[in-house]
């Protein structure tokens, strides 16, 4: 069975640009979390979708977005990039949204120049 | 913002010893649950302690959970060099809570 896969592995990116990240979850996987994480900072959570709704949110701003597809698959786009976005960016995803264990793909690091 | 927060945040043993790992929250919980990263890569879920649970043991990993306190550890027995890695404790705080995670400990194992 196929874990949780994350496009690209590795982005590189310039001050403005804006950038935007892939996830497909687990089959059969409904719920999709999105966490950064940069260094010395731990995970911060970003967003969780489940059945195409966004059901929390963490405390980023607005241009730090996503949606879940029908297929359950995830984008996260982070608009107006800058320097303190560079992180590396994980995608999880869970059978059921009552958050149990968590799935995660190996993440795709982000480098803002 | 973070939930837990472990401690030491960086432990270094000898293969075959134990390691203790802590973790405290902040505010009650539905569930506590352990990863562990390797080299900035993907985590990997290790167990699950539900807040009506006090232990619980998958292999050489043993959690406990004193939610009068508000803490948890986590304990690997006869460590292995591959055990190399970071720990990360994860609450959950109640339905459609998000999973928050601490900061974490880095343990070192020597061979």
């Known amino acids: 069975e196929a874990g949780v896969t994350q496009s690209p592995t590795h982005l590189i990116k310039t001050r403005g640009q804006q950038a935007t990240l892939r996830c497909s979850p687990i089959s059969g996987h409904t719920s999709v979390y999105w966490y950064q994480q940069a260094l010395g900072l731990g995970l911060q959570f970003l967003l969780w979708?489940?059945?195409?709704?966004?059901?929390n949110r963490g405390n980023f701003p607005p241009r730090f977005s996503g949606r879940q597809f029908p297929n359950y698959s995830s984008e996260l786009n982070v608009n107006a990039l800058e320097l303190e976005d560079s992180a590396l960016y994980l995608c999880?995803?869970?059978?059921?949204?009552?958050?149990?264990?968590?799935?995660f793909g190996e993440g795709s690091r982000l480098t803002v120049l | 913002s973070q939930q837990g927060e472990e401690d030491p945040q960086a432990l270094s043993i000898q293969e075959g010893e134990n390691a203790t790992m802590n973790c405290s929250y902040k505010?009650?919980?539905?569930?506590l649950q352990w990863y562990r990263q390797n080299s900035g890569r993907g985590l990997v879920h290790l167990i699950l302690i539900r807040s009506n649970e006090r232990e619980k043991h998958s292999g050489r990993l043993r959690v406990t959970l004193d939610t009068s306190k508000k803490s948890s550890s986590l304990l690997i027995t006869a460590s292995r060099a591959a055990d190399t890695a970071s720990y990360f404790c994860a609450t959950v705080a109640g339905a459609n809570s998000k999973l928050t995670f601490g900061k974490g400990i880095t343990l070192s194992v020597r061979p």
């Open positions: 979708y489940d059945e195409g709704e966004e059901r």
């Open positions: 505010t009650s919980i539905n569930n």
């Open positions: 999880a995803s869970s059978l059921v949204q009552a958050v149990g264990e968590l799935f």
